[in-house]
């Protein structure tokens, strides 16, 4: 429970340094680069090697490639959407996540699994 | 283009979208953890990249866009999807440079300590990042100048 906690209050913090940096940098495209900030992963990067060792730290990072391919495919599409089509932010955000997911584990399931 | 900091952004976000945003991120960190847990670190890895924070910070770009557009009384949907659109092609370009810190994690770990992996791969994320999209930027912009030339001596 103890290390859930500290989980919590780390992520929640490096997430948070990033997306204010990400609100005061300009220009928006620039300030976008924060939008795929490495937040989860310095935050648990330490806490993982800590509890389980450098190895497991390690095939998490082989598989966070994949994941980062995925959020690449996941923001284009976003970004297609928002620009070309002009649907609402929140509706193809939120949606798209289902693109994050079927790339992650679609390319996961070929390449690592 | 120059890059510069906007401070009085800062006052626009109010303190439950702070809140939010802390919230989402600390719970997406304690779902990495326990998804790790039960399925092993290949899946648990692949949530270190999960887009967690990024509908809500999406969604705050379009509102303080269509609220600064608002006030010059404009409608400001277009421009605040827009500008959403824009902080997403920034994120495409971020995924890269999270591609470069992933490697690096993967390669560096059995060979430097792991403070000196964080630094190295924080620096390889944000060189990749800021090096793509600087050469974006410029490509862009060329093509933007051969356009325009090409407008004018029509």
Redesign the interface.
Same mark, same amino acid.
Do not use: H
């Given at each position: 429970m103890k290390?859930?906690f500290i989980?919590?209050?780390?992520?929640?913090?490096?997430?948070?340094f990033f997306?204010?940096l990400?609100?005061?940098?300009?220009?928006? &495209?620039?300030?976008?680069?924060?939008? !795929?900030?490495?937040?989860?992963? #310095?935050?648990?990067?330490? /806490?993982? $090697?800590l509890k389980?060792g450098?190895a497991?730290?390690?095939?998490?990072?082989? &598989?966070?490639?994949?994941?980062?391919? !995925?959020?690449?495919i996941?923001? #284009?599409c976003?970004?297609? /959407?928002? $620009?070309r089509h002009?649907?609402?932010?929140?509706a193809v955000?939120?949606s798209s996540?289902l693109i994050?997911m079927a790339a !992650?584990?679609g390319l996961?399931y070929a390449a690592?699994? | 283009m120059k890059i510069s900091l906007n401070l009085s952004a800062l006052g626009k976000t109010k303190w439950y979208e702070y809140a939010l945003r802390f919230t989402f991120g600390g719970a997406i960190t304690v779902a990495a953890g326990l998804i790790a847990n039960k399925w092993g670190p290949g899946v648990g890895g692949l949530f270190l990249a999960f887009p967690a924070i990024f509908p809500s910070s999406a969604t705050l770009v379009e509102k303080h866009e269509k609220q600064k557009k608002q006030q010059h009384g404009l409608d400001g949907t277009i421009r605040g999807r827009e500008a959403a659109g824009l902080d997403a092609a920034g994120a495409a370009i971020g995924s890269i440079g999270l591609v470069a810190l992933a490697v690096a994690v993967w390669r560096l770990m059995p060979l430097l300590s792991t403070w000196l992996v964080i630094i190295c791969a924080t620096l390889a994320w944000l060189m990749t990042s800021v090096v793509i999209w600087h050469l974006r930027k410029t490509r862009c912009g060329l093509r933007g100048r051969r356009k325009r030339h090409r407008i004018e001596n029509r």
């Open positions: 290390e859930l989980r919590f209050v780390v992520g929640g913090t490096v997430v948070s997306a204010v990400g609100d005061v940098l300009k220009p928006k &495209s620039f300030a976008g680069l924060l939008g !795929a900030a490495p937040s989860v992963a #310095l935050a648990t990067l330490s /806490l993982t $090697v389980d450098k497991y730290a390690q095939t998490e990072a082989r &598989s966070m490639i994949v994941g980062a391919i !995925a959020f690449f996941y923001s #284009l976003v970004s297609r /959407l928002l $620009v002009n649907l609402p932010t929140l955000t939120a996540i994050w !992650a584990f996961w690592l699994r | -």
